[in-house]
């Protein structure tokens, strides 16, 4: 079935720096979604990208989809410690179906 | 608005006992989704309702798991027997239509066998 790799899977950053999260697929996606989980906490969704080379902003966060739907990145800049979590991707599959299979996860620790 | 309900939150069992884990989805979302995430690993898809049909139980890693939704809302997922491996914590999510899009998920029940 459809794989996803995320890296790195643990980042620790100092509070004010960046932070970047990348999946890569072997394999040409429609879309990627990409969701965040608080510690003890679920999934959230945060965002879908569809188009090849998509650039998508909310606030801090910058959200891209490689020009050959294989690689997306999520980028925080000057990271908050609300920012911490654990950030996954997620992909549909590649043949008739809705649910989602998710990368690994970068989980992000922000020291205040 | 409400989201999705996930009960119990906690759920400890002996090794053999069968459990059920019911989820609430979001009033009118047509699809339901369950998925296992074990401890420092993204969810795992175990199976998908599209309304009451079960279009997809690929993930059930054992015919001890089973799910249903019998009137289209509501669903349950049994695991039958338990062992220490079922130890996770089961997610349930749903979305407003059929096409991919937007899951929400509940808050999950973390299933502990011992």
């Known amino acids: 079935g459809q794989q996803v790799m995320q890296i790195p899977q643990y980042q620790h950053v100092q509070e004010g720096e960046d932070f970047t999260t990348y999946c890569n697929s072997s394999?040409?996606?429609?879309?990627i979604q990409w969701y965040k989980q608080r510690p003890g906490g679920h999934p959230v969704f945060l965002i879908q990208l569809v188009k090849s080379g998509e650039v998508k902003k909310q606030k801090r966060l910058t959200f891209q989809f490689g020009e050959a739907k294989k690689n997306s990145s999520l980028h925080i800049t000057a990271t908050q410690t609300t920012d911490v979590g654990t950030y996954f991707c997620a992909i549909p599959p590649n043949n008739a179906g809705n649910m989602l299979t998710f990368g690994g996860g970068t989980r992000l620790m922000v020291k205040p | 608005g409400a989201g999705v309900s996930q009960s119990p939150r906690y759920k400890v069992a002996k090794r053999g006992q069968d459990v059920a884990l019911r989820c609430d989805p979001i009033s009118g979302h047509v699809s339901l989704f369950w998925y296992q995430q074990a401890l420092g690993q993204g969810p795992e898809f175990l199976t998908y309702f599209q309304n009451e049909a079960q279009l997809d139980k690929s993930g059930l890693p054992s015919d001890r798991f089973f799910a249903e939704r019998p009137e289209g809302s509501v669903s349950t997922l049994k695991i039958q027997r338990t062992q220490q491996e079922d130890s996770a914590v089961y997610l349930c999510a749903s979305s407003l239509a059929a096409a991919y899009n937007e899951q929400f998920f509940g808050p999950g029940t973390r299933l502990t066998v011992l």
């Open positions: 394999t040409t996606l429609s879309n």
